[in-house]
């Protein structure tokens, strides 16, 4: 079945440190965005790309940074800039830029040990 | 800008009750919407949409009309089971720029036994 592997499930990362999370699809979409969703608030967007090795910041860039080196893969790394960063992160695609729908991982908390 | 505005939660029902979970929208043109559902622990799953005024989307018994008139698509359900328990966001997608997905900030549903 075709859909996006996002791992870890559960992700500790220590003060200072540095983590990337995963997201993986075998849809062949040529889009994938990367949310943050925190309790009682919407999806707010962090990172897009349209494109290989094309990617724009979306509401919330400060403190992360991705790459998409590959159509399938759309790795997102949380910095040490990122002060807040607990949190339950979706990766979603779709299959072109205008679609306006989106598919959805599910998910990866993070949290501060 | 644009934006969704849901009722807040939790909504709680018994078995077997008729739902609906308001949802209004602010926007420029003519945009599409969406409802999508979240189960504890998983992403966010496309449960129905609409594209143009008075469509009226539906999945699983659930329905939705993008009403124009009162820039809303408020969600219903006839008669819900324990199993409709999620998480349920209403999202727009800009008309202008249809790669921007707005949503709103959820609305928990309890359904009891």
């Known amino acids: 079945d075709g859909g996006i592997t996002q791992s870890p499930k559960y992700l500790f990362r220590k003060e200072g440190q540095n983590v990337t999370l995963s997201c993986e699809q075998n849809?062949?979409?040529?889009?994938m965005y990367w949310y943050r969703q925190d309790p009682g608030q919407g999806l707010r967007l962090i990172y897009y790309?349209?494109?290989?090795?094309?990617?724009q910041k979306g509401d919330i860039a400060e403190g992360y940074s991705v790459s998409r080196e590959k159509k399938e893969s759309f790795p997102l790394t949380v910095t040490s800039a990122q002060k807040n960063p607990t949190a339950f992160y979706l990766c979603?695609?779709?299959?072109?830029?205008?679609?306006?729908?989106?598919?959805f991982g599910d998910g990866t908390r993070l949290s501060i040990l | 800008g644009d934006s969704v505005t849901q009722m807040e939660g939790p909504v709680t029902l018994s078995e077997e009750a008729f739902l609906t979970i308001n949802c209004t929208y602010t926007?420029?043109?003519?945009?599409?919407l969406f409802w999508y559902v979240q189960y504890p622990g998983e992403g966010l799953q496309l449960l129905l949409k609409?594209?143009?005024?008075?469509d009226k989307g539906s999945n699983k018994g659930f329905e939705a009309t993008y009403r124009k008139e009162t820039t809303s698509f408020h969600l219903e359900k006839g008669s819900v089971q324990v199993s409709d328990s999620a998480v349920y966001f209403c999202?727009?997608?800009?008309?202008?720029?249809?790669?921007?997905?707005?949503f709103g900030t959820g609305t928990r549903l309890q359904v009891f036994p």
């Open positions: 979603a695609s779709t299959p072109s830029p205008g679609a306006g729908w989106r598919h």
């Open positions: 849809l062949n979409h040529d889009a």
């Open positions: 790309s349209q494109i290989v090795n094309d990617f």
């Open positions: 926007a420029t043109g003519y945009p599409s």
């Open positions: 609409a594209t143009k005024a008075d």
């Open positions: 999202a727009l997608s800009e008309s202008y720029n249809t790669d921007k997905l707005i």
